[in-house]
């Protein structure tokens, strides 16, 4: 099965609902959200002619006479790769805006999404119902026919599912963009780069468009009152009371779930790599000589073993968080279910 016109995968309602999904994660989850939920704060203040270096600290006791990185700029130096901190900040308008590296990483990644899917869509229609050709071509054809086909065609229907496609592809890839992304080194510490699925304001903003997602698609397919009626199970009428406080606590869990996987998943990940890569550093020091170096290699091989998981972790929390997400759409839509 190809991706050609005659199985066309990309309807054009489905790709107006990812817009809205992509603009929704790119933009709501604004320095606004991500201030509010950053727990770190500038050293200085921030200029705005050039990127805050994300390893600066601001204890001068953490600095050595010798010029070699004390225990204390290294953490920061790693630690800065998964907590947000501001690139640049100016005025619009009177209202302070604050540019963070996780909004530069969520911008690239939108790009990037949006030229590689444009390729892959030329390259189908130029295909048209042939073999695909070129390794890279049949990678992504067969991770969007597995979602297609595996995901969202088993649990909403291929009917509904047709126009939804495009939606969890971009919810799917962007995600996993991202998570990829945050496995990436900053390297001359330019600030740029972070794990942007490792904060919540951005999880926060993923889980939104799914909530929008789930609540919208049913109100469209059932009206309001008949959407938000369906999800009252069929029990005595004493229970109703009870069941709609559980339901509507449910509505409120399911994007919280989501938020909560995703950044916890992502954050433990680094938070190891991390501790493994100081205890590299704490046991050379500590020991000492040629031994110290062989010991404090050990924490470094599985730091590498570890950071391999991660890059398997990135397509699993893609996956679960999209699956779960295409389950509570087909139960808005199919509530008999």
């Known amino acids: 099965m190809s991706l050609g016109p005659g199985n066309s995968l990309f309807p054009r309602k489905g790709w107006a609902l990812a817009l809205i999904s992509l603009v929704l994660a ?10 509010a939920f950053s727990p770190v704060e500038p050293a200085g203040p921030v200029d705005p002619a050039g990127p805050v270096d994300p390893t600066a600290v601001s204890d001068p006791a953490a600095e050595t006479t010798d010029g070699e990185l004390s225990p204390t700029e290294i953490y920061a130096g ?11 900040s100016f005025d619009v308008g ?14 690239i990644s939108g790009g990037l999404l949006l030229l590689v ?4 869509a030329l390259k189908a229609r130029k295909l048209g119902t042939g073999a695909p050709r070129g390794g890279a071509y049949g990678v992504f054809e067969s991770i969007i026919l597995f979602v297609r086909d595996e995901m969202v065609y088993s649990v909403v229907g291929k009917e509904r599912g047709r126009v939804l496609v495009p939606f969890f592809l971009t919810q799917f890839f962007f995600i996993l963009t991202m998570n990829v992304f945050g496995l990436l080194p900053d390297i001359g510490h330019t600030g740029l ?6 904060n919540l304001g951005v999880t926060c903003g993923l889980a939104l468009t799914s909530f929008v997602a789930i609540h919208v698609l049913g109100i469209a397919q059932f009206g309001f009152f008949k959407h938000w009626k369906n999800f009252i ?44 890569f100081g205890l590299a550093f704490v046991t050379a020091q500590s020991m000492g000589g040629l031994m110290g170096n062989v010991v404090g290699f050990m924490p470094v091989l599985l730091a590498i073993a570890i950071y391999g998981l991660e890059l398997f972790v990135c397509f699993v929390q893609a996956y679960i968080f999209t699956y779960l997400t295409i389950v509570f759409v087909g139960a808005s839509l199919h509530p008999e279910h």
Not at 193 to 198: D, E, N, R, S, V
Not at 237 to 251: A, D, K, Q, T, Y
């Open 233 to 276: 199970p069929h029990v005595p009428f004493w229970l109703v009371p009870l069941m709609i406080v559980v339901e509507l606590v449910g509505v409120i869990v399911k994007p919280a779930a989501l938020m909560v996987r995703l950044f916890a998943n992502l954050t433990a990940g680094h938070l190891i790599v991390l501790g493994l």
């Open 78 to 88: 790693l630690f800065a790769h998964l907590t947000p901190h501001p690139i640049t």
């Open 94 to 107: 009177g209202f302070p805006v604050t540019i963070y590296n996780i909004n530069t990483v969520q911008w």
């Open 193 to 198: 780069l972070g794990t942007a699925t490792a």
């Open 26 to 35: 790119v933009l709501v989850v604004g320095a606004a959200e991500v201030e």
């Open 117 to 120: 899917m444009s390729l892959i």
